[in-house]
């Protein structure tokens, strides 16, 4: 697949907005919804960790695509159908320049294109998507493939802000780049306090911490001078949650009234958890969410109790 067709399939970011929902309409709250969040289909991975070569290795993916098609046929059954389907970065693991990745490229973009049209993508970049140490060329391979790095958009008067977080990992080869998110992100939050939102929501890749704002530093979070500046700028704006991925495990916890979600991988595993999805329901007044295994939300579907919060008013 092309990335002109992907972009007809994938209606990509652009502008820093996602044209599905443009409407004005969408910055009023209607009442209780849910979207479905995934990360780390990180097609490559399976195989490179299983041979101990996780740098260069990764030359077969059958098993991601398998993987990823069941996560999207789960998807596809699901009644009433979610707002979006949000995938929290790392979507191929042949980082820039590396070979098979233009081919886990192509693997992937085909496996996504079956996703229901109603059900709009929201795609999130990670480190395997523009590299450990992004520079200006790699991010713009992003946006010509997947769309724009960063970018916000309204659901049912709610504002989501996806956000570049290898900016704030190394940005020594891209600083304007990060300037320019850092500035954007300012304005965009500016925004929220004046439209007076029903939630803010940020996506991102890499987590701000995976249990505790004081944890030590970590590949897997932000470094801890990083993390506090961010998260103490969003909980200001009145952010409640972040949602991310990267660490193939999940986790979480709280700094303040901000939700740290840390959901694990629809691809490899790394610790004890199933491969899955994560089902966040959004009500006026909270956001409840519970990880579900692919071969659960597969056979059952949605239970009964998240439902029920969707026809609260």
């Keep these: 697949m092309s990335a002109a067709e992907a972009g007809g399939v994938f209606r990509r970011a652009r502008g820093r907005t996602l044209d599905a929902f443009l409407s004005e309409k969408e910055r009023e709250w209607k009442g209780p919804f849910y979207f479905i969040q995934g990360a780390d289909p990180q097609f490559g991975l399976m195989k490179a960790w299983s041979t101990g070569d996780s740098d260069s290795g990764g030359d077969e993916w059958g098993q991601e695509i398998r993987l990823t098609e069941q996560a999207v046929e789960a998807i596809n059954k699901l009644k009433p159908k979610p ?175 901000l939700d740290m979600v840390v959901s694990s991988a629809i691809g490899c595993q790394l610790g004890q958890d199933t491969h899955g999805l994560r089902v966040v329901v959004v009500t006026a007044k909270k956001i409840i969410h519970r990880y579900y295994s692919l071969d659960e939300l597969s056979e059952k579907g949605i239970e009964a109790d998240l439902m029920g919060l969707m026809e609260e008013k």
């Design 83 to 257: 707002k979006f389907f949000v995938l929290c970065g790392d979507l191929i693991h042949a980082m820039p320049g590396m070979p098979w990745r233009k081919e886990q490229t192509a693997d992937l973009q085909r496996v996504l294109a079956r996703v229901d049209r109603d059900i709009p993508l929201v795609l999130v970049s990670g480190n395997h998507d523009v590299g450990n140490t992004p520079t200006p060329e790699t991010v713009a391979e992003f946006q010509r493939t997947w769309g724009d790095d960063y970018f916000s958009f309204w659901v049912g008067g709610v504002l989501f802000l996806v956000l570049n977080s290898q900016f704030w990992y190394d940005a020594s080869r891209c600083p304007a780049l990060k300037q320019a998110q850092d500035q954007w992100l300012d304005q965009q939050l500016r925004v929220a306090g004046r439209r007076h939102c029903q939630h803010a929501i940020v996506f991102q890749h890499i987590p701000l911490f995976l249990r505790s704002i004081d944890e030590d530093d970590d590949y897997f979070n932000l470094t801890k001078s990083v993390r506090k500046e961010v998260a103490n700028k969003l909980t200001r704006a009145g952010v409640t949650a972040v949602f991310s991925g990267h660490y193939h495990r999940n986790a979480g916890g709280t700094y303040q009234n």
